[in-house]
């Protein structure tokens, strides 16, 4: 007789708004290539629209799915065609029948996972990436959440701190907790070129998207402290957004040297560049950008927000949020330390290495996918069905 094994993990979709320049669009692309190169069958199911990972999934064997969701509701019949994605989406879950439906961020959840239990999903989970108490519109939304909590079998996060706000925020149970941290491919460890900047000052680069909650108003302030204390530093934001017209402005008036490079796909060569590595945000996951710079071994000041403190204790500087008098110090301290500033570059490439490579990452959500199955499939679980 043959047996199926209660353990095995044969397919498996994700579910996410887009396929963006987020970070955790690239953890979800970096995760579906390599369960698709160990053997199982993937799916992205996408709520909204494609993006830059698209092209890059669909080589690699991944199926993508683009479900139609609008992303603003506001009328009458977009709601009504929001409600027929909401169909569709049950509909394709019970044709794919997939294992396990991982969703990932807030609009993710909130309808990936009542939609798994319609469909009759076996593995249910929830990717979170944020401070709960930290969103906005948090407290409307905090008894849905709630409530969709419960009709999961899993919450995953990507750093400790986020694991205690779940728990502190939104009632969720340790035993239904796993972190699981963002992982890097090997190409984030090879030397790159450094970027050509004209200019004599020391380079201070930040990896971000030019969005509010990333800190880059604090950044120029501490720009243009530096600049009164007669330290003036080149400072370079990779990275677009809203902000990007505002910050300009504030830059311009500060009289410091702040450049503007935009979205950009060569951020190992800005890093290489960098004297200093900084990241001003006020709230955070586990930031891929600090990780970026940790493999590339490089000094970096951030605020110890989210799971940054995680990556960078003992092996960076960190400093509170909202502080440009304390970024500035920061940045100043490792200018004028040389050997402080490579000693913690070289301890987080180290940490790096060891603790966030890609098969980690994967084993990790291997080992958490089949015992969820494994449980479902039990005989025990089969009884309480039939029951």
């Known amino acids: 007789m043959v047996t199926r094994d209660p353990a095995r993990v044969r397919r498996v979709a994700f579910l996410i708004g ?8 690239r953890q979800l692309s970096l995760l579906a290539r390599t369960l698709r190169g160990r053997g199982v069958e993937v799916h992205v199911l996408l709520l909204s629209r494609g993006g830059p990972h698209e092209a890059e999934l669909r080589a690699a064997g991944v199926e993508v799915h683009l479900l139609d969701f609008a992303r603003r509701p506001s009328r009458l019949r977009t709601a009504a065609g929001n409600a027929r994605a909401f169909a569709r989406l049950v509909g394709l879950l019970r044709r794919l029948r997939p294992d396990v439906l991982h969703a990932f961020l807030r609009e993710g959840y909130l309808l990936g996972v009542p939609a798994a239990r319609l469909a009759g999903v076996p593995a249910v989970v929830a ?19 709630r409530t969709v909590t419960l009709l999961t079998d899993h919450v995953t996060v990507n750093a400790a701190a986020l694991a205690r706000d779940a728990h502190a925020t939104d009632g969720v149970p340790d035993r239904k907790l796993s972190v699981i941290y963002n992982a890097l491919p090997a190409s984030a460890f090879d030397p790159a070129e450094p970027a050509r900047i004209d200019t004599a000052l020391p380079v201070v680069v930040c990896v971000a998207r030019l969005s509010p909650e990333k800190g880059h108003r604090v950044l120029v302030e501490a720009a243009a402290g530096l600049l009164r204390r007669g330290r003036p530093c080149t400072f370079v934001l990779v990275g677009d957004g809203p902000e990007r017209a505002a910050l300009e402005r ?17 951020v190992g060569a800005f890093l290489a560049r960098a004297d200093v590595v900084v990241l001003a945000s006020l709230s955070e996951g586990l930031s891929n950008a600090v990780m970026e710079a940790m493999a ?47 000693a913690l570059g ?24 089949g015992r969820l199955v494994a449980a479902r499939r039990s005989p025990r679980a089969e009884d309480r069905r039939a029951r």
């Open 18 to 25: 887009h396929l963006g320049m987020g970070g955790t669009q």
């Open 127 to 145: 990717g979170r990436r944020n401070q709960s108490r930290l969103e906005r519109r948090r407290r409307v939304l905090l008894p849905l959440d």
């Open 250 to 266: 504030l830059a311009g008036d500060s009289g410091a040297d702040v450049r503007f490079a935009g979205a950009r796909t060569d």
């Open 296 to 342: 590339a071994g490089r000094p970096i000041v951030a605020t110890s927000v989210g799971g940054t403190a995680e990556l960078l204790e003992g092996r960076g500087v960190l400093v509170p949020a909202s502080d440009p008098h304390a970024l500035a110090d920061g940045i100043a301290r490792l200018l004028d330390d040389p050997g402080l500033a490579a």
């Open 346 to 369: 070289d301890a987080a490439s180290a940490w790096t290495r060891k603790n966030l490579g890609l098969d980690v990452m994967v084993d990790e959500h291997l080992t958490l996918y």
